[in-house]
Each structure stands twice: as C-alpha cells, then as structure tokens.
C-alpha cells in the first residue's frame, strides 16, 4: 500500500474496526471514522481487490444489502504491516516534539 499516512491511518482503522465488528455496515464505518460514505466502499473495494477481505452477505437476512467483512491472512498481515508503520511514524513525532520541548526547556533556562 501506499506509504502516505493519512491514507495508512484510514486503512489500519478501517481493518481494525472490521477485525472487531465483520458485520459493521458502512455507514457505521463511515461515522466512526468520519469519511465519507464513498470513501469507505472505495476502501473496502480496494481491500476486496487486493485479496485483505472476503465479504458475504446473509443469506436469510431480511436486508439482503447486510454483509460481513472478514479478513483474509493477507488483511491479517496487512494490517499488522500498517499497525507497525504507525506506531514508527508516532514514535518519531514523539521524539521530535520531545527533543522541541527539552530545546525550549534549555532556551528558559538561559533567559533566567
């Protein structure tokens, strides 16, 4: 995938939140992540594409339209790949705002 964090971000939460609920709808998708309701079936149909999910839908619910989304071993993987890629680009903002802080800390001290 894509090495653009915003993008990450929208992916590991979206595998996230299908690994926690498989029959989240997209609707509710798109709420909790606040994205459009467009962007998450483009997501999910890219999921679809590359092999990270299989879909199926209930075959005696009332609302055909209800599906399950259930992560492959690839989506398994992809998502530990993008938990891991997260957690690095944190890491490195927090030592860019630590070393910032102890900067200003060292500045404060000199002006006393």
Known sequence: ?????????????????????PSLSQRD??????LSLGKVNYILKA???KG????????NNKNKLAYTY???PSGIEEKAKLTLHFYEVKKRE???LRAEVE???GMAENTN
């Open 103 to 105: 900067k200003l800390g």
């Open 1 to 21: 995938m894509k090495d653009n964090t915003a993008f990450n971000d929208h992916h590991l939460k979206l595998l996230q939140l299908l690994e926690e609920n």
């Open 52 to 59: 990270l999910i299989k879909m199926n839908n209930f075959k």
């Open 29 to 34: 998708a798109s709420d909790i992540l606040g």
């Open 94 to 96: 927090y030592e860019a």
């Open 47 to 49: 999921f679809l594409d």
């Open 70 to 72: 259930l992560l492959t």
